[in-house]
């Protein structure tokens, strides 16, 4: 073993092996991994084997679609077989809301290039006569499923990655991680110390105990999976004698069960809902190619649904029961990237889904480590996405839901309970008082709507309008008309102070910055010209500044300032970063009446003169110090007020007294975004993202390539001098009893139109369509699916995809936000555009101008 590498890969499961074969693949050669015992030891050999395209976020699907391509190559480089069966897979539904999801799911296949097709039951017997299709209602087929050798494909990843120049240490245990001052990394083994620039945790089942080697409690945890294996069964070789071919895969979500051919006969695996942890707090070092206790009553449940929807399994007989642990995240997605805090320490762990994603995991890590980038839109894997309030009981709650939920749908006003309340603010119980429905946001609860009084305070889930429609409509009208009152404690809050300050935003921000008592809007991109942060800020003094954010970026963001802290000159040790997080809270009030509201609480002369819009100050409200802007996310004219959690109760209640002569009302977070709605303004990671550059998002006005070499400026301004390929919009939508809730298709009528190669982010590839309207195949297409349906509808085509939406309750109309190409974006003609909603094509119009205040009058009143 050597004892200097740029690069350690801690870990050899099918994960570890992936990352170095992706980094060696990128040119670093003087890699090594290091593994406890033997390749495949942890969770991979007892893998399932199964791959899928499919994911809730289109951006991981994107790389599950390149895992599925990268088989044939690490085949052919190592010589070593991954035996694989791409045999295409159904999802089945027993429910119309169940169908609904598959519409959704297959909607979002027609932008990302899927090849999915929507069937009958009848149809899916057909390539799975095991079933009784009188379950069913409906199902979706997916040609770009399969299975593998676990075992086989671990070890083509690494033959591949020795081939090309990376070493494998084997049975030679991580003892201990120490950092020297230059950032140099010591990983202590059991043979010896290995000096290294970067260290990567594929840890897997001991990915925690490796995290805390460095003092980070990673937010994973192994549950036991039980998946069983048939004895041969004569209706299985019967059918592949019959047709030439395997039987598909198939997922049942009333059973939460999976199943497929293994050899002659079934696979099937459950996620049940009486699951177990496994070990919990601390993983056992000596744990090896072993497997679990089995414990068939806790799945009996599934399987009795099972062989119901199944009876052909029902028949056959048990051969052997695997149970086994797998990692899982909170959401169920991988913990990939650095960790803010640290230097050159990275995460490639919680891949519960190996053998879809660790392709795309070892592609995207390589990719940021080599690059600076992962080069694809990650937040869905990122491991900064989740914050300090995921502890370890807080996580070994939240997996269990999330595990026990796997094959259930999740509702888009579904708000799920496991580990709350984890972090409240100072008005939580007043606001449970006033009847509000809660919701998590970045572990805060926040109210979201508030339910009339004598009715319970909660959500009835649906895919259509639910019953917060009326209650939020009144919310907006109430707001709109006179004047609202809302939490904003979710906001990220942060000061940047010290010399050299204004200079390291000015490096980092695409805007200048402020005078002292103005406040600025500005995007933030990182070196490829793409967004990667949305920013209100304030000068509050010399060299001090207030920014306020995404909430759910607050990791994110950190890891991007401390990343980028002047290492040299004057402001080298000077600048310094504050995160408030809950130790700053705040509430927003807006409406026409908000200035005379504000008036009665202050001191000071808050007219339009003396308190202009986009103005920051510093005084007393109700009594108590605060920070307030002139600025509201409602588009309308209002104040954001700030102040320390101990005054927020005195803060609240001077508003709600003085404004009940105003008719004052409380409104939540879903109001506050329908008003967005209609303002035409973005939110961050759905209209604002790392796949899109500024001009593309519509950001122009806060882009000054003039003022200073920013981070980003020459790939913003080859994009303002060659123009976007695709252009954010607004737009008003003919919807039924549905609106949008992200990922939808937007199409156009546009005939055989060629508006050149729109690189898609989210999916496969983007369609190109030539002179002649016929599609030319997107680069990403997984091998063997056929041509891409949906796609093509006559003079119809799939143009672009929405990233958010809903109703907008003041102008009563259903709008959405999505990217179209550019030479679509400013047409408002009635008749060119129809956006998906839940199967159904509704008719859409691009609004160039937002439909409430279009002129900006009343908020800069």
């Known amino acids: 073993m050597k004892s200097h590498a740029k690069a350690v890969v801690i870990g050899g499961g099918v994960v570890g092996c992936s990352v170095l074969y992706h980094l060696a693949k990128a040119g670093w050669t003087d890699i090594m991994l290091i593994e406890r015992s033997e390749l495949t030891s942890g969770s ?3 893998a399932a084997g199964g791959f899928h395209t499919l994911n809730g976020d289109p951006n991981v699907a994107k790389l599950q679609a390149y895992t599925v391509q990268l088989y044939r190559e690490i085949e052919e480089l190592s010589g ?8 295409g897979g159904v999802m089945m539904a027993d429910t119309p809301e169940r169908m609904d999801f598959l519409r959704l799911a297959h909607a979002k296949g027609r932008y990302l290039g899927m090849d999915t097709e929507l069937i009958t039951p009848s149809e899916a017997k057909a390539m799975f006569p095991l079933m009784d299709e009188t379950n069913f209602v409906g199902a979706m087929w997916d040609p770009v499923e399969g299975h593998l050798d676990p075992s086989g494909t671990t070890h083509a990843y690494a033959k591949a990655a020795r081939k090309l120049g990376a070493e494998i240490v084997l049975r030679n245990r991580v003892v201990e991680l120490t950092q020297e001052v230059d950032g140099t990394w010591n990983v202590v083994t059991e043979q010896g110390t290995v000096k ?20 980070v409690e990673l937010p994973l945890l192994a549950m036991e999976h039980m998946y069983l294996l048939t004895e041969p069964m004569p209706e299985v070789e019967e059918f592949n004698k019959s047709t030439g071919r395997e039987m598909i895969g198939v997922m049942d979500f009333k059973g939460e069960i999976y199943t497929r051919q293994e050899r002659n006969g079934i696979l099937l695996g459950t996620y049940e809902k009486a699951c177990k ?4 707090v601390n993983t056992p070092w000596d744990f090896g190619h072993e497997l679990l206790q089995p414990d068939i009553d806790r799945i009996a449940p599934s399987l009795e649904i099972g062989f119901k929807h199944f009876p052909g399994i029902e028949k056959a007989g048990i051969k052997q029961i695997i149970n086994g642990p797998f990692t899982f995240a909170l959401d169920g997605n991988p913990l990939v990237g650095p960790v803010q805090g640290l230097t050159n320490f990275w995460c490639a762990c919680a891949v519960m889904a ?3 994603q660790g392709g795309g995991v070892g592609l995207a890590l390589s990719n940021w480590m080599v690059h600076g980038d992962p080069g694809f839109d990650v937040w869905g894997m990122d491991v900064a996405r989740f914050g300090e309030w995921a502890t370890l009981r807080y996580t070994n709650a939240k997996v269990r839901e999330n595990y026990s939920r796997r094959f259930s749908i999740r509702f888009p006003n579904e708000e799920l309970p496991a580990a709350r309340p984890a972090q409240t603010s100072p008005l939580y119980d007043t606001m449970l008082a006033n009847n509000a429905v809660m919701g998590d946001s970045w572990g805060l609860e926040t109210p979201l709507w508030f339910a009339p009084k004598g009715t319970e305070p909660k959500d009835i889930v649906s895919f259509h309008r639910s019953n917060d429609f009326g209650p939020i409509g009144e919310e907006v009208r109430a707001t709109r008309e006179k004047v609202g009152v809302t939490e904003i404690a979710n906001f990220a809050k942060y000061e940047v102070s010290g010399l050299g300050s ?12 402020p005078k002292t008592g103005r406040i600025v809007l500005t995007p933030m991109l990182n070196e490829f010209g793409r967004l990667i942060g949305d920013f209100t800020i304030a000068k509050a003094g010399e060299e001090r500044f207030m920014i306020w954010s995404s909430s759910a970026a607050q990791k994110y963001h950190m890891r991007w300032f401390e990343k980028h802290l002047p290492k040299d000159g004057p402001g080298a040790s000077q600048v310094r970063i504050h995160r408030f997080d809950q130790t700053l809270v705040g509430l927003s009030i807006a409406g026409p009446k908000s200035r005379d509201l504000l008036q009665k609480l202050v001191d000071v002369d808050v007219s339009t003169k003396a308190f202009r819009f986009m103005d920051f100050r510093e005084m007393a409200v109700g009594g108590a110090p605060c920070m307030v802007n002139r600025i509201t996310y409602t588009g309308d004219l209002g104040y954001e007020i700030w102040m320390a959690p101990a005054y927020q109760r005195l803060v609240y209640k001077a508003i709600k007294d003085a404004g009940e002569e105003f008719g004052l009302v409380d409104f939540g977070m879903r109001a506050l975004l329908s008003m967005r709605l209609e303002k035409n303004f973005p939110t961050w990671f759905r209209e604002l993202r790392p796949i899109y550059g500024p001009f593309e998002g519509a950001m122009d006005r806060f882009v000054k390539l003039e003022k200073n070499d920013f981070i980003g400026r020459d790939a913003a ?13 607004s737009f008003i939508i003919d919807a039924a009893d549905a609106d949008v809730m992200g990922d939808e298709p937007i199409w156009a009528k546009v005939g055989g139109k060629d508006y050149g190669t729109v690189e898609k982010p989210h999916g496969y590839g983007a369609p190109r369509f030539d002179t002649d309207g016929k599609e030319v195949r997107g680069s990403m297409a997984a091998e063997g699916a056929s041509a891409v349906r949906g796609i093509i509808d006559g003079d119809w085509r799939v143009v672009g995809w929405v990233t958010s939406g809903g109703y907008a309750h003041y102008i009563k109309k259903s709008m959405a936000q999505g990217y179209v190409p550019a030479a679509l974006a400013a047409d408002e003609s009635a008749g060119l555009f129809e956006i998906e909603i839940l199967g159904s094509r509704r008719s859409a119009r691009i609004n160039v101008e937002p439909p409430f205040d279009p002129s900006g009058e009343k908020m800069r009143a």
């Open 354 to 356: 190996g053998f879809s």
């Open 277 to 280: 942890p496994w070990s919990p």
């Open 717 to 729: 301004a080859r994009e303002q001098a060659e123009g976007p390929k695709l252009r954010r919009v």
């Open 80 to 87: 070593q077989s991954c035996s694989l069966h791409l045999t």
């Open 44 to 46: 991979s050999w007892h």
């Open 502 to 513: 204004e200079d390291f935003l000015n490096r980092l921000m695409t805007n200048r910055m």
């Open 196 to 215: 290294a620039e970067h260290v990567v945790n594929c840890g897997g089942l001991w990915a925690r105990e490796i995290g805390r080697m460095v003092g």
